[in-house]
């Protein structure tokens, strides 16, 4: 085992790795699994693992990770069922505060965590503070879709149950700074989400977010395409999907059960002649390639933003493929400064406060 | 052509089927493509068809409808473009109103039209009314499930932006009518969509709903499951989905948008190699089942709830088996005299005025 107190000296913290291994629905033999799986494509990454050591030992002693990962014991675990509140009271003694404190303090650069999304977003928020000049941080998330790059960024994924027109923009201007960094765009186009595209449509405050939004597109280097419905999120209409985390996190998740009910339907359908069944062992490549292309475990990591580090939620009921693709994200996003990147972009890009009726940095109530 | 001033003598109002030929996407020769579907599988149906009668005399005498369908000339029609506003005050002249005007003199039981959604909704509250109680009527649509049915209802799908804690309770109420009525359950479950299902999730008015339909679940004969999300649509977790119409509309596109992505990819695999063609050759039988049992098209028809008639809303851009399948959803609402068990349903469910907070029948300021 590595000395956790002597393992990061004269090592980059801004590219190491810290994770969470407890509180995903699959316990923490699954988030070494999936470390394992990542380590074996990208070896030499820093990483450290938060968790009861008498848990971890074992496990990365199974995958051969003893003398590689940086242990860092935690005794407590945050459960899916804890409410934020308590958490950011109790939680100090949870790997999720330990995997924090350790990018807050500058020994790693980005967390990723499958526990409890409310609780490492408040926990975050506490410990990491916000970037100046957002008021609500928003989770973005990835959409298969028919872009030439694949995927759609959609922002607020859930971070927040409501977004005013002001956090609307700032998530226009965060979705095109991750969109830039992930897909190498140069002038991401931007959508927000409403009921239809007709300027008359929607909500009061998507009214005045449109005309905001638009008013930002020269200053924050993107283009803006106007609203977008339902149907664009796995669309070629945009490259960064703006909404509230209500809607998002709706839309996600229905997107999720559509997709799984129609893999289910034609696992059942191809299983019913033996002649269906021929024809399914013939098409297995492509199958499988369609499989690979729509599979959500491709896409699994939440990005957090509007915090001054990079904090990566992985979805809760991941599997070691999908705990690795989270992992890779994190691994991108710390190559890249991402968190510095964004901030920076934040703040040439939005209005000056004077200009605002409601200045963004302003506090909840 | 049927005389339009006899053709109704002896035959009961509530069972003739009143449908706008004009203002979908595709135009009348869809429409009336659709039509002829219907009739070949329902012959004696009674059905008066509203439109320039330029236009559809054609149309029916192509399909050998002459002397089957009453035609009811109007020289006007609602186009997808034209803004609600617009369309009650200058509309008298349109198809669409001419097919509301059939319901309301009883000449017709049920209104079927493929035009602008917000059109239809506010042409048909000004001319049918709502229900005493309904404050914001709802659109119904059905999701391909995991139900024994296979379906599950979802309200509002779009009639209104907004809801709050009563137009909740109300919505609950209708979808389980419509459900118990469409497929025969005696109770049906219900659910509140949210970000999750604990019940400390969500926002306020959601809360108050989910207090006000659990109070309601034993007199207006239904099960209330709490709490459920965007996965539970497609899922198995209760019968009837309850969310205000930005959500739902959001929900219904992106649901759409992700089948379609699914299904060009499929055939996008399949393509690719010989031997994934023959493969899919092979297995057509159940690829094709399985089309059929995601087709968006075998559940086209929103249904209006919350009016003194039932209003059809088939999809803009539905093609004949659509459109089709829509006027087949009136046809059995028609026949079960549905808008009627729907009111009686509202008048014994619903809480005395006393009772509540904010009454429900308080009209919008």
């Not at 229905?254 to 013939?282: V, Y």
Request: charged share 20%; with cysteine; proline share 4%.
């Amino acid at each position: 085992m590595l000395d956790s107190g002597t393992a990061l000296q004269g090592v980059d913290g801004s590219r190491v790795l810290s994770i969470d291994a407890m509180g995903g629905d699959n316990g923490p033999a699954t988030v070494v699994a999936g470390l394992s799986l990542f380590l074996k494509k990208n070896p030499g990454t820093q990483v450290m693992l938060h968790g009861r050591a008498k848990e971890l030992t074992p496990l990365l002693a199974k995958h051969g990770l003893t003398d590689i990962v940086i242990l860092r014991d935690a005794s407590d675990v945050v459960t899916m069922h804890d409410k934020p509140s308590h958490v950011v009271r109790h939680g100090k003694a949870t790997s999720m505060w330990s995997a924090i404190e350790a990018v807050r303090t500058g020994e790693a650069g980005v967390v990723v965590s499958c526990g409890n999304t409310g609780g490492l977003m408040a926990m975050s928020m506490l410990r990491l503070r916000k970037i100046d000049g957002v008021n609500r941080p928003a989770i973005a998330c990835l959409w298969p879709s028919r872009n030439k790059q694949g995927f759609n960024v959609m922002l607020d994924a859930g971070a927040d149950i409501r977004a005013d027109q002001d956090d609307l923009l700032i998530y226009a201007l965060m979705g095109t700074s991750y969109a830039r960094n992930a897909f190498d765009l140069k002038r991401p186009r931007v959508g927000l989400l409403n009921v239809g595209t007709e300027e008359h449509k929607g909500r009061a405050e998507l009214k005045v977010a449109h005309e905001l939004i638009g008013a930002s597109a020269t200053k924050g280097d993107f283009e803006y395409v106007g609203f977008v419905e339902g149907g664009d999120l796995p669309g070629d209409a945009c490259d960064v999907i703006v909404t509230d985390g209500f809607t998002g996190n709706v839309a996600l998740k229905t997107g999720e059960g559509i997709a799984n009910l129609i893999s289910d339907f034609m696992r059942e359908s191809l299983k019913r002649t033996p002649l269906s069944m021929l024809g399914a062992l013939l098409a297995r490549g492509a199958l499988r390639s369609l499989k690979k292309r729509i599979d959500p475990r491709r896409v699994n990591g939440g990005v957090f933003l509007g915090l001054t580090k990079t904090v990566i939620k992985s979805h809760g009921s991941a599997d070691a493929t999908g705990v690795a693709a989270a992992i890779s994200l994190a691994h991108r996003l710390a190559d890249q400064h991402f968190s510095d990147r964004l901030a920076s972009r934040l703040a040439a890009s939005l209005p000056h406060e004077s200009d605002r009726a409601a200045p963004p940095t302003q506090e909840q109530p």
